[in-house]
């Protein structure tokens, strides 16, 4: 006997140091992880999956997320036009010396607009406007044509902006070229050295100038976001001390990643401390044990940790939903612990802790299995964060799972000192009661009557698949970014055009086949007024040729005639001479390559995406379109579908359009994780005995198949009534409602589960189990429930449609249980 206890302390303590030794290996891998750059991902496009059936327009997306992500936008706004710009120079100071950012722009520095022209003047002679082009093509180049042409040019006034010298172009074609570029598309204009924007409001007239920021590492980083939030609450106290009547509004990826990461991390503390405390308080208020709280916790501890541990494994980042739903996922994980307990404090002084194991193992395999078969599901739809939400809930429960099946034991080998005998004997009466109204053959009853009640709701619902049920911008954020788009005047759409080609060449030629079609549209109801395309900084080598064609055939025709005509105009014979003679020799083509190295085409070279695919050697490039709405926008599409290797792309559209489809499809995915619950609980009860009477009876097959049907009904109606409360209330339906249901399903099957399984043990206290269905529902929904109260209107869908479902499925759990079960009375 002592060698067999020898062996079973040692056994126990075996047990105890591995599972310490995992939580130490786990701990300090997070720990590890978070000491280092934040694995925080707050970048809300990580959320969004790849929607678009050509990787190169989710490349497309890509691009024009990061050439934004790293600006920062600030506009100093007054209605004294000498305050708003010396405010503006004062912050511009203030942040360029705070050491926040990369790069500060307010003033700018000197630039020679001659550089622009310089890098096109080798070009000149295939550089021809629409306008020049058509002029030459119907006038035949006549002398009077040309001498009219070279006299408006020499006699017209002065000429701002991009000039060209009129021995270089003594006919200003390059200069209307140059005048075409898409170089100013906004309302500002440079005064002082400044951007300024003036506007007229009903409080007078107001002048805003823009400071343009660039970020010294990713936006998504927190430490990036607390230097620049700490920077520009300086500078903003400072220039309100100075400037009392100067408004300051701001725009960036920073700022909305910082929004949400401050209010995912508000939301995790509130929902993971009120869950605590709810579930040790509820806890404490039935076992009355300090002890078995503790160790619950611990159970729920480790399976956070480890579910914490194995997501950044598996993804290497943490994203805030994620860390929001893990902070609700206490109160499942808690449940299992709880069911033990359960079998414990019931047991009594004949407490053994392996064989109070082995009694709660079939529950809580068959509540494991239900519940990895609803996050599974999760992971099929092809959102990141729904499939790290899946990853972290499925690793934390079956960790909580495997604690309480052999850490517990190890932990628990002693008998209860007490036990809440009357606790569990009202909960039996309560449930003996609950069975007599709703189980048996009323349950078929009920079921007609809560279906009937629910055919009206179903017939009352509505969906929508907004994106914004995702993304929750703070509003104030909002506001001033719409601010600045205001004053700036430039509309930064998300939608826009993709052109892929085989070569470079291949690109430009349709970028000018899409540019022509949307200058078109301009004189149409669809107009959408400007846009930015490389094929305006570059033509194609097929459209420089055909203007150096047309000038060959047109105009260098008869060099004496022409060499006459700028000689008549009072040109100097040499310079008549060498432009001629530049024009006579071999001609280079400009290449997208020679405008991407030229400094000044920074702020456009987003719009070049290159070479896309190594393999096929395909090149892509991007045209956006400025004052896309939804009266022209199925005209873009349509343009896009009538041009080969072009495609509108808009991402907020797409990823609704994706929503809707997989909210239609998770009605399927429901439908067959159904019919497994039904068939696994159906072969679970085929093959056992019920202890009914004579305990060496069997029950017949068809009353043991009617179990598992019995088992599975309350979830069954526990989504039909959940769907049918939604209609009835007018709430539309989203994705996120639909999975929800999955895990209703997952989790709302354990508490029929967990009573026919305690009707099963011979030596249950039916009472007990009853209480530890009500402890774990109520600890499920204070920590589901509690998304409800989230800000994410994605997690807020999650947890209401959570919360109601689970409270509807512990309600009909006693429809599970056999009609003829022992009760304590």
């Known amino acids: 006997m002592d060698l067999l206890q020898h062996r079973s302390a040692k056994k126990t303590w075996g047990m105890r140091a591995a599972w310490l030794l995992l939580a130490l290996v786990a701990s300090l891998y997070c720990g590890w992880r978070f000491a280092g750059p934040s694995p925080l991902q707050t970048n809300l496009l990580a959320l969004l999956p790849a929607t678009e059936a050509d990787p190169v327009a989710e490349k497309a997306v890509d ?46 520095p000197p630039f020679d607009l001659s550089q622009i022209a310089a890098l096109y003047m080798p070009y000149r002679f295939g550089l021809l406007t629409p306008a020049d082009r058509a002029a030459i093509a119907d006038s035949k180049a006549s002398d009077s044509a040309l001498h009219d042409a070279l006299a408006q040019r020499i006699y017209s006034p002065l000429r701002g902006g991009l000039t060209t010298s009129l021995s270089d172009d003594p006919f200003g074609w390059l200069e209307h070229w140059l005048g075409n570029l898409p170089l100013a598309t906004s309302n500002l204009e440079l005064e002082d050295g400044l951007l300024v924007s003036h506007q ?39 220039l309100k001390q100075a400037f009392p009547d100067v408004s300051v509004a701001r725009t960036g990826a920073v700022f909305y990643a910082e929004s949400a990461r401050s209010a995912s991390e508000r939301e995790v503390h509130l929902i993971g401390v009120a869950s605590l405390v709810g579930i040790a308080l509820l806890m404490m208020w039935v076992f009355r044990s300090p002890r078995l709280l503790l160790l619950g916790f611990v159970s729920t501890a480790l399976g956070i940790v480890c579910a914490l541990a194995v997501t950044l494994l598996v993804f290497g980042k943490l994203h805030l939903l994620t860390l929001v739903f893990g902070a609700s996922l206490i109160g499942e994980a808690v449940d299992y612990s709880i069911q033990y307990f359960v079998v414990y404090l019931g047991a009594g002084r004949d407490w053994d802790a392996r064989r109070g194991a082995r009694a709660v193992r079939p529950a809580l395999t068959v509540a494991l299995a239900t519940s990895l078969l609803g996050y599974a599901i999760l992971t099929w739809v092809p959102f990141p964060a729904l499939k790290q939400i899946a990853c972290f809930a499925m690793a934390g429960i079956v960790t909580a799972f495997a ?39 009323r349950a078929w009853f009920v079921a007609a009557l809560l279906l009937i009640a629910a055919i009206p709701g179903w017939l009352r619902l509505t969906s929508d698949d907004d994106i914004h049920l995702l993304i929750q911008r703070d509003p104030s954020l909002v506001a001033q970014e719409d601010k600045v788009r205001e004053a700036v005047g430039v509309d930064n759409s998300a939608q826009f055009f993709v052109v892929r080609g085989e070569t470079p060449e291949v690109v430009l030629q349709r970028a000018e086949a899409l540019g022509a079609k949307l200058d078109a549209l301009n004189g149409t109801p669809n107009k959408v007024g400007g846009y930015q395309s490389t094929a305006q900084f570059v ?34 014979d040499e310079v008549a001479d060498a432009w001629l003679a530049a024009q006579a020799k071999p001609q280079p083509l400009l ?48 343009t896009a579908r009538a041009l080969p290797g072009v495609i509108f792309v808009d991402k907020a559209a797409s990823v609704s359009k994706l929503f809707g489809a997989y909210r239609v499809d998770s009605g399927w ?116 429930g509690m998304l409800g109260m989230s800000a994410m209107p994605a997690l807020k869908s999650f947890g209401a449609t959570l919360a109601l479902g689970i409270a509807v499925s512990v309600l009909l759990a006693p429809i599970g249980m056999p009609s003829k079960s022992r009760r304590v009375a």
């Open 63 to 108: 691009t024009l997320a990061s050439a934004l992500g790293d600006r920062t936008v600030f506009l100093v706004t007054s209605q004294d036009d000498a305050h708003a710009k010396a405010a503006a120079k004062q912050l511009g100071a203030s942040l360029r010396k705070s050491g926040a950012f990369a790069s500060v722009t307010a003033e700018l």
């Open 200 to 238: 007229d409001g009903h409080q007078g007239n107001a002048t805003s100038v823009l400071i343009v920021a660039t970020l010294p590492g990713s936006a998504y980083e927190t430490k990036t976001q607390r230097a620049v939030l700490a920077a520009l609450a300086q500078g903003e106290s400072a």
């Open 403 to 441: 604690s309480v099946m052999w850490l517990l034991p190890a932990l628990l080998p002693h008998a209860p000192r007490r036990s809440p005998r009357r606790l569990f004997e009202r909960a039996a009466r309560l449930l003996s009661a609950w069975h007599r109204a709703i189980g048996g053959k």
């Open 539 to 572: 033509p194609s080598a097929k459209q420089q040729n055909e203007d150096r064609a047309l000038l060959a055939h047109h105009v260098f025709n008869d060099s004496a005639a022409l060499r006459s005509t700028l000689l008549q105009a009072g040109f100097k």
């Open 591 to 638: 290449t997208v390559d020679q405008w991407l190295a030229a400094p000044w085409s920074q702020p456009y070279r987003h719009l070049w995406l290159g070479q896309v695919d190594a393999a096929t050697k395909a090149y892509a490039a991007v045209v956006i379109p400025q004052g896309v709405t939804p009266r022209n926008e199925p005209a873009l599409i349509a």
């Open 669 to 784: 995915w429901l439908g067959g994780a159904l019919t497994l619950v039904l068939a696994l609980l159906i072969a679970r009860y085929a093959a056992q005995q019920a202890p009914l009477g004579d305990a060496a009876k069997k029950e017949p097959l068809q009353y043991r198949v009617r179990g598992g049907i019995a088992v599975t009904l309350p979830v069954l109606l526990a989504v039909g009534v959940t769907l049918a409360v939604f209609g009835y209330a007018r709430v539309p339906l989203n994705l996120f409602n639909w999975l929800a249901l999955m895990l209703v399903l997952g989790v709302g099957a354990n508490y029929a589960v967990f009573l026919r399984e305690g009707c099963l043990r011979a030596d249950a206290d039916l009472g007990a189990v009853w209480t530890g269905v009500l402890l774990s529902a109520a600890t499920t929904l204070l920590s589901f």
